[in-house]
């Protein structure tokens, strides 16, 4: 089986201190957390290695690695539902990245607006803040 570090892809050149700063896991990837640039609603979670980053760094587009098909895929390219990058951060401890985008019609491959609507929501016990 062909994992993302094995592809053929050309390789895009990343800051090299981007590239130290991030975390993989053992098949070279991180997550990519996509949020809605204007309302932050959090629309869905993608894998991204190296290269895929550095297409999303250089296209104005979203690209992940998809696990299961084990080739890149640009949101939008077969459903229309296009993500448009307006900012990339990454955490803190470099194993995760906030891509801030402006989609353009479902994010979820379900036809949801987001991919957090599909599965529904788990019973949890909701916290509550101390009195100061």
């Given at each position: 089986m062909t994992t993302p570090l094995q592809t053929a892809a050309p390789q895009t050149s990343l800051d090299p201190a981007i590239v130290a700063q991030l975390k993989r896991d053992e098949n070279g990837?991180?997550?990519a957390i996509i949020q809605q640039f204007d309302s932050k609603e959090v629309l869905?979670?993608?894998?991204?290695?190296?290269e895929a980053l550095g297409r999303t760094l250089t296209?104005?587009?979203?690209?992940?690695?998809s696990r299961s098909r084990q080739e890149?895929?640009?949101k939008g390219d077969t459903s229309g539902h296009y993500q448009y990058v307006k900012s990339v951060s990454i955490d803190c401890d470099g194993d995760a990245l906030l891509v801030q985008v402006d989609q353009v019609g479902a994010a979820c491959h379900t036809g949801t607006p987001?991919?957090?609507?599909a599965g529904g929501v788990l019973p949890a016990v909701s916290g509550t803040r101390p009195v100061e």
């Amino acid at each position: 089986m062909t994992t993302p570090l094995q592809t053929a892809a050309p390789q895009t050149s990343l800051d090299p201190a981007i590239v130290a700063q991030l975390k993989r896991d053992e098949n070279g990837l991180f997550a990519a957390i996509i949020q809605q640039f204007d309302s932050k609603e959090v629309l869905m979670l993608g894998w991204m290695n190296d290269e895929a980053l550095g297409r999303t760094l250089t296209e104005g587009r979203v690209t992940f690695w998809s696990r299961s098909r084990q080739e890149y895929w640009r949101k939008g390219d077969t459903s229309g539902h296009y993500q448009y990058v307006k900012s990339v951060s990454i955490d803190c401890d470099g194993d995760a990245l906030l891509v801030q985008v402006d989609q353009v019609g479902a994010a979820c491959h379900t036809g949801t607006p987001t991919c957090f609507e599909a599965g529904g929501v788990l019973p949890a016990v909701s916290g509550t803040r101390p009195v100061e």
